[in-house]
């Protein structure tokens, strides 16, 4: 509930920052889980994991041995994510754009899987083309980027760099979002 009620407020704040006014549905999470293709990811990004819910779920599906870093901007959702005891989370605050300084900084290579909850819909061309360029850089060949969004924008940035996504529509969420998922050629 301490969840639902932070992620509320910080949307009520910084509607431009907080993708949406409550965290991801339990159905959600499920269906972010199983487009992310976790079984034998080794490093995993978050860009946008809001209050960690689906951070708990992306953890709960990875293996042992991975990394999973999850980039946020809002310090207090960084306050919260910090409060999540699994040592193969890294929480941090900065921007998606800051991804690889965030990786060296780690000592972490390349992703195997990035995902974003990041609001596409309400930021500008030069912003998100930004991103997704960092996403392209960081992502290792065969690499799956996966972006739930309310809106189709996040195509505008993404189909020129990854091609068409596969999409698929999540009902059982309020609102109900759209799940794009991508993989990088392999080299």
């Known amino acids: 509930m301490r969840s ?8 009520l704040r910084r509607p431009a920052e907080v993708a949406s ?5 339990p159905w959600l999470k499920r269906r ?6 976790l079984a034998d990811a080794h490093v995993v990004i978050e860009l946008g994991p809001g209050t960690g819910g689906t951070t708990r779920a992306l953890l709960s599906a990875m293996p042992e041995a991975s990394q999973l870093l999850s980039l946020e901007l809002n310090e207090r959702f ?8 699994d040592e193969r989370l890294i929480p941090c605050c900065a921007s998606a ?19 974003s909850g990041i609001p596409f819909s309400r930021i500008d061309q030069r912003q998100g083309a930004a991103i997704v360029d960092t996403v392209n850089r960081c992502l290792a060949p065969g690499g799956v980027f996966v ?29 109900p979002i759209r799940v794009f998922r991508w993989q990088k050629p392999s080299v």
């Open 21 to 25: 006014m409550v965290p991801s549905s």
């Open 147 to 175: 972006a739930y969004q309310l809106s189709r924008r996040v195509k505008r940035f993404s189909e020129p760099v990854f091609g068409p996504a596969e999409v698929a529509m999540e009902w059982r969420s309020l609102p």
């Open 4 to 11: 639902a009620s932070l992620f509320l407020g910080e949307f």
């Open 32 to 37: 972010i889980v199983a487009a992310a293709s």
């Open 97 to 115: 754009t800051e991804l690889e300084t965030q990786l060296v900084e780690h000592g972490l290579v390349a992703a195997d899987v990035i995902l």
């Open 78 to 85: 960084v306050e919260s994510l910090r409060g999540i005891e």
